[in-house]
């Protein structure tokens, strides 16, 4: 019995360790950042004849509801200096035609260089409209997320690419900031930039841009809300501080092209395409003894739906455990290896215990817990006051998050959202268990060899 | 090995667990002689006989369910708290703004303050939160006053005694306090601490260093606004370039010859002297332009080729052809689009030995984009070439001359 308490009291007790942490960098970087941005002109830059250009890449597969809205948004983004290119990836609705006739396409003699491997280009088409000059359309054979951001890529003008997704909305100033610490840093080469995403459910959009933000009403939506928070306010800030950032959200993300294209590029067969990029682009550049960087701004760039549903959760949690289990694997030579720095020593071992295998251990705790308790060996008093540790720590990091966003973004304005926000934080330590089942379902998917993104369904806003 | 790996962590927590167990046993075997001895008053003990051995594990616990319950409780205090305070200081902030504004331009009209004025707002600097608004709106007035009375607006602030104020935040050790002090000064162009804000510009602070620049530029007298530049050591970042090209055009000063700069030790101030030769079309100096296309930072002689062919400057194409060979991949690449930029027919026959020359698609495609700028002499060669048995060239030239990709 003391065994299985001492094991589960230890890794729990580090776990927060590290999680507290973690909380405190934010706290330095975020409070440094947030001081600097009141002097920061923003709009120096998007006017600026001098702003690098940028290239957006917009892989788009059955998007024939929002395509329009998407790319008209990206159109009329802040920013003097991009193009806009449009991979339709063999969608199997309208997707191509809409767009072709809405923005007037027709069918350039663009000789496409396959630097980076992809499936076979059918066109690449150009507007007859000067108005939408910026815009480049790729229609090729189905071939899946990364490979169209290889396409795109291939296409792409300018060194500087931004990745997004087709159904994200973004901020109009998101450009502007993503490409910002591109231009800061001198002493080491930044590699890449991502910026925080935020939950699109429930929130009023009009004409591409969110009128006003809401809470979702759905609970499940409601509860990633809190999460989202935690991990991109606590967790990614707190990794960027200390240099170890493995992941930028594949809803957006700006990346520098040439190291990209040294990397290989995205792997076509891989599912979490988004930390795969980014942990090979990091093994690249230490591999080369080139000093870089991978930074993160605690702004809202860009704002996504998340499942609202059991099913689809699932089905996004599985896949990001298979991401994650894939990426880990194929680049383990990384683990506590001096060579690549903080990535070695500190995030790909955070990782590898926190991230992959705490929700493993929970599981085989929780499952050990039943067996104890059906079997009368279990020691009840000190069962409960284990749980309300971890329940009470839990609802802090939570509150902590909370606290943090109501200090810096204040994006919810209603006072009745926080606080349903901090009631959902005593809700979600109970929901845990049923995130490790997703974990262990999707560490099965692993050893059965399962592909694919399965589906998400999308209610709309 | 790879599958290996993965089982590293598992050790490590088999041996976590252990190492606890060990430690668990030892700990309270020494307490089990204590309670067997008959010693059951000790807090330590009592737990013991409740909990059993986990006793030393348990006083952490309650004192950290304890400490988190607490910290929940003020958080959520402060967040409710905290809101109030915020959307009333914000409602408080908004008003003052407005009636601190209008009194300023009032004070400014007519024979300038009376008594009572004055001694308003002397009473308004009494509060720091108030200070600060009325020091804020003093600044967003000199934005938008006329030149001619900008002069009436300073002695109003140095009235209020308000320097003596910016003084002590310019010798703050917080760079957020010296940067608002630059700003008073340079909006309301006080000169007097000039040499103080002359020794931010090489501060480790990059937003300390750019409001330093910005100042000193601000309080030039258009003389020479860019004379900071000889003292600059320290990075100097695209951003900060932009910042100052924006001011630049804000404030329509005199753009003076960047070109004396161009060979400065800095290398950014280098490549910011590149930019704005550039940007005003300074092309007198052809000299220092060709030193920089052989720079030794590659970064650098990247940005001159490329600055070079945006000037035209077909006196140096001799230059750029001769690097091409010894360059780094991406530096050949721009030495390629700029001789495209040129538009001389005498590069045709290099750039064809370009095309025919490199494996590289980007190059081959940038080589035949520079025929094609050549205007009939081009076309006719690119004709020459599609004719040619060498190579088979009409996809890359269909593609060069789709005006819809370019």
């Known amino acids: ?461 | 090995m790879r599958k290996f790996k993965l089982i590293v962590p598992i050790v490590i927590m088999t041996i976590l667990f252990v190492v606890s167990f060990m430690l668990q046993s030892k700990y309270s075997s020494l307490i089990l002689e204590n309670v067997n001895g008959g010693n059951v008053e000790g807090i330590i003990s009592k737990q013991f006989i409740i909990f059993g051995s986990g006793f030393a594990f348990i006083n952490v616990l309650i004192g950290s369910i304890v400490t988190c319950f607490v910290v929940i409780f003020v958080i959520l205090v402060f967040v409710l708290v905290n809101r109030r305070k915020m959307e009333k200081r914000a409602k408080l902030k908004s008003e003052l703004t407005e009636v601190y504004q209008s009194k300023i331009l009032d004070a400014l009209e007519g024979n300038g303050m009376t008594f009572d004025e004055a001694e308003e707002f002397k009473k308004i600097c009494n509060s720091e939160f108030k200070k600060a608004i009325l020091t804020n709106q003093i600044i967003d007035v000199a934005l938008m006053l006329p030149k001619d009375k900008l002069g009436l607006l300073r002695e109003f602030y140095l009235s209020m005694g308000l320097l003596f104020e910016t003084e002590r935040k310019l010798k703050s050790r917080k760079w957020h306090n010296k940067i608002k002090a630059m700003k008073e000064l340079s909006h309301l162009e006080i000169k007097h601490f000039n040499n103080l804000i002359l020794k931010n510009i090489n501060a480790k602070n990059d937003t300390l260093r750019m409001e330093a620049q910005i100042a000193m530029v601000r309080l030039s007298d258009n003389k020479n606004p860019f004379e900071f530049l000889e003292h600059l050591d320290h990075e100097f970042s695209t951003w900060e370039q932009i910042t100052l090209h924006e001011l630049m055009m804000e404030s329509n000063m005199e753009v003076p010859d960047f070109s004396k700069w161009l060979v400065s030790d800095n290398h950014d101030v280098g490549m910011f002297c590149l930019r704005m030769t550039r940007e005003y079309n300074q092309v007198e100096d052809v000299e220092n332009l060709r030193n920089m296309l052989y720079h030794p930072n590659e970064e650098v002689a990247r940005f001159a080729i490329e600055v070079v062919g945006d000037l035209k400057l077909s006196a140096l194409s001799t230059d750029l052809k001769k690097i091409y060979k010894d360059e780094p991949y991406y530096n050949k690449l721009e030495v390629v689009k700029s001789l495209g930029k040129m538009n001389n027919p005498k590069t045709i026959q290099f750039l064809q030995h370009v095309v025919d020359g490199e494996e590289d698609t980007q190059l081959q495609i940038e080589g035949v984009k520079a025929i094609r700028n050549c205007d009939d002499v081009g076309v006719i060669a690119l004709q020459k070439m599609l004719d040619s048995d060498y190579r088979d060239y009409k996809i890359l030239i269909k593609h060069v001359l789709d005006n819809r990709i370019n």
């Open chain 1, 1 to 461: 019995m003391w065994f299985f308490i001492n094991f589960v009291f230890f890794f729990t007790l580090l776990l927060f360790i590290w999680y507290f942490g973690l909380g405190y960098f934010s706290i330095k970087k975020l409070r440094i950042y947030n001081k600097k941005n009141t002097y920061t002109n923003y709009g120096y830059i998007a006017d600026s004849p001098l702003s690098p250009s940028v290239s957006i890449l917009v892989p788009a597969y059955n998007e024939s509801a929002s395509i329009i809205n998407s790319v008209k948004t990206l159109l009329n983004l802040h920013y003097r200096n991009f193009e806009v290119i449009l991979i339709n990836d063999g969608s199997t609705d309208k997707t191509f035609e809409i767009v072709k006739k809405e923005f007037g396409l027709v069918k350039t003699n663009y000789f496409f260089d396959y630097r980076l491997p992809c499936e076979r280009i059918k066109g690449v088409y150009k507007s007859k409209n000067k108005q939408f000059a910026k815009l480049t359309v790729i229609n090729k054979n189905n071939g899946g997320k990364s490979d169209s951001l290889n396409a795109g890529l291939n296409v792409s003008k300018n060194n500087l690419v931004v990745t997004i997704d087709a159904d994200s909305i973004i901020e109009p100033d998101s450009i502007t900031k993503l490409v910002k610490p591109f231009l800061e840093e001198k002493k080491k080469k930044v590699i890449a930039t991502g910026g925080v995403v935020r939950i699109l459910n429930s929130c009023d959009v009009e004409n591409g841009r969110i009128k006003k933000i809401n809470l979702p009403k759905n609970f499940l939506a409601a509860w990633q809300v809190l999460e989202y928070t935690r991990a991109f306010l606590l967790g990614r800030m707190a990794w960027s501080q200390l240099d170890g950032l493995m992941l930028i959200s594949g809803a957006m993300g700006m990346f520098d092209k040439e190291t990209i294209i040294g990397a290989g590029g995205y792997d076509i067969n891989e599912i979490g395409e988004d930390m795969e990029l980014v942990v090979r682009m990091r093994r690249y550049m230490a591999e080369k003894g080139e000093k870089y960087i991978v930074t993160y701004i605690p702004d809202p760039l860009c704002w996504t739906e998340v499942p609202s549903d059991l099913k689809s959760l699932k089905a996004q949690r599985t896949r990001w455990t298979r991401g994650l289990v894939s990426t880990l694997n194929k680049h383990s030579v990384i683990f506590l290896n001096k060579k690549y720095g903080k990535l070695g020593m500190l995030g790909y071992p955070f990782w590898m215990f926190f991230e992959w295998l705490a929700p493993l251990f929970a599981f085989i705790g929780v499952g050990f817990t039943v067996y104890l308790g059906i079997d009368g060996v279990i020691d009840w008093r000190t069962f409960f006051l284990l749980y309300a540790f971890i329940y009470s720590f839990s609802i802090f990091m939570s509150f902590w998050s909370v606290l943090f966003e109501e200090l810096t973004f204040h994006k919810y304005d209603r006072k009745r959202d926080v606080l349903k926000l901090l009631g959902i934080a005593f809700i979600e330590p109970l929901l845990y268990p049923m995130i490790a089942f997703f974990s262990v379902v999707g560490n099965i998917q692993v050893i059965r060899g399962k592909t694919g993104w399965g589906t998400i369904k999308r209610t709309g806003t």
